[in-house]
């Protein structure tokens, strides 16, 4: 049973590394709409709180930059910088969540949000970080514009779709918003 489990996990998680290939290309014919959709968060994100925040962290270093590896796109320094942001995302939000009381939409939106914020910190760190090293300018505004001001549709995007999947799983039984540490604690009470 815990050896099917880890199987599972595993193919999930590689689900959401080939999403991670693939929806950019929905959207990779118009830069812009990328930049604002951020098609490679969503599967970090889902990997993180589906699959646990190691996976979550595993798959979102490594999509950004096997994708550019295969397809030249996105360009290195925003590959690298990505890479540390969507890993952040997916161990942020799957940590979160699953040390949550109680597994529901509102733990699913805090772990989210922090995840959210958190990976844009890391983005913003790494950036500023390459611009010694690799002499790419990052200042003030290219942080405001990069992590908020362009990814509003984005960001509104995975705060609407990520909790209806995740509620569309739990009801179609594949998926449980796990329950079993509150039941367990009150149990003991």
């Known amino acids: 049973m815990r050896h099917s489990r880890q199987i599972h996990t595993l193919v999930l998680a590689a689900l959401f590394l080939a999403l991670g290939m693939v929806l950019p290309f929905f959207t990779g014919q118009i830069p812009q709409i990328g930049g604002m959709l ?14 646990g925040w190691q996976y979550g962290a595993a798959v979102g270093f490594i999509m950004p930059l096997m994708r550019m ?25 799957g940590f979160l969540y699953s040390r949550s009381r109680w597994q529901c939409v509102v733990a699913l939106y805090r772990s989210l949000i922090i ?14 970080v390459m611009t010694g090293v690799a002499q790419v300018p990052f200042t003030w505004e290219l942080f405001l514009s ?17 909790p209806a999947l995740m509620v569309a ?4 039984g594949m998926v449980h918003f796990r329950r079993e540490k509150a039941d367990a604690r009150t149990a003991r009470s």
Do not use: K, N
Request: net charge neutral; aromatic share 6%.
């Open 38 to 51: 951020l098609p490679m968060h969503i599967p970090a994100l889902l990997c993180g709180l589906l699959c």
């Open 69 to 93: 590896s295969l397809f030249g796109m996105p360009p290195l320094v925003t590959a690298v910088a990505m890479a540390f942001e969507l890993a952040a995302y997916g161990a942020i939000a």
């Open 115 to 128: 995840a959210m914020v958190g990976g844009r910190l890391v983005w913003a760190a790494v950036r500023v």
């Open 146 to 162: 990069g992590a908020l001001l362009d990814a509003v549709p984005g960001i509104i995007l995975q705060l609407v779709f990520i």
């Open 169 to 172: 799983l739990d009801r179609t």
